[in-house]
């Protein structure tokens, strides 16, 4: 199953956890354009984005991923 690591950034601040909840709702709102479901799992600091993909539809481009 394909995954996508979102992080909210480096530095801590206050509202770090809703750039981060902003960034992996997008993410999941663009993976969910070509895929069925988008499993969104928190961590501290990041969110892994576990989404299923039909074998015929294209895969997103490495450029679409953040790092």
């Given at each position: 199953?394909?995954?996508?690591?979102?992080?909210?950034?480096?530095?801590?601040?206050?509202?770090?956890?809703?750039?981060?909840?902003?960034?992996?709702?997008?993410?999941?709102?663009?993976?969910?354009?070509?895929?069925?479901?988008?499993?969104?799992?928190?961590?501290?600091?990041?969110?892994s984005?576990?989404?299923?993909?039909?074998?015929?539809?294209?895969?997103?481009?490495p450029?679409?991923?953040?790092?």
């Open positions: 199953m394909p995954v996508v690591t979102v992080r909210a950034g480096s530095k801590q601040h206050p509202g770090r956890f809703d750039v981060l909840v902003r960034k992996a709702t997008e993410k999941a709102s663009n993976l969910l354009e070509e895929n069925d479901r988008v499993l969104v799992v928190y961590e501290k600091g990041c969110a984005l576990y989404y299923e993909r039909d074998d015929a539809a294209p895969t997103p481009s450029a679409n991923r953040p790092s």
